[in-house]
Nanobody
Framework: QVQLVESGGDLVQPGGSLRLSCAAS????????MSWYRRAPGKERELVAA????????NYADSVKGRFTISRDNAKNTVYLQMNSVKPDDTAVYYC???????????WGQGTQVTVSS
C-alpha cells in the first residue's frame, strides 16, 4: 500500500524555522522525483520545491528561494523541507508528492498545516 505521510507542521512565528518530513512507503522511493506543494486559503496549489530521484537536482519556487531547502534520505524513505525565515505568506497546507513519469499519476500525502503568525 502506497503511503506518503507528512509531519512537522505547526504554528511558528515570522522569522522562525520549521522542518517538515514526508515518510514514504509502498514504492521504491529512490526512483521518484519528490516534491513539496502547498495550498494557502483561497489560492491555487503551488509547487514549493522538488528534488530529483537521486538528489542531484533541486528547484524552488521564487518565493522560497534562499529560505527553504528540500532534501531526501532514500535509505530512510524520507523527504524533508527545511523552512527558515518563514513569513505569514508561507501559511498553507503543505503536501508531499511523488512522481515517476508524466504519464503515471503521482502519489500524494494528506498534508500538514503550517501557520506563520505572531
Amino acid at each position: 500500500q502506497v503511503q506518503l505521510v507528512e509531519s512537522g507542521g505547526d504554528l511558528v512565528q515570522p522569522g522562525g524555522s520549521l522542518r517538515l518530513s514526508c515518510a514514504a512507503s509502498g514504492f521504491i522511493v529512490s526512483m521518484y522525483t519528490m516534491s513539496w506543494y502547498r495550498r494557502a486559503p483561497g489560492k491555487e496549489r503551488e509547487l514549493v520545491a522538488a528534488i530529483s530521484a537521486l538528489g542531484g537536482s533541486t528547484n524552488y519556487a521564487d518565493s522560497v528561494k534562499g529560505r527553504f531547502t528540500i532534501s531526501r534520505d532514500n535509505a530512510k524513505n524520507t523527504v524533508y523541507l527545511q523552512m527558515n525565515s518563514v513569513k505569514p505568506d508561507d501559511t498553507a497546507v503543505y503536501y508531499c508528492n511523488a512522481v515517476r513519469s508524466p504519464v503515471i499519476a503521482p502519489y500524494w500525502g494528506q498534508g500538514t498545516q503550517v501557520t506563520v503568525s505572531s
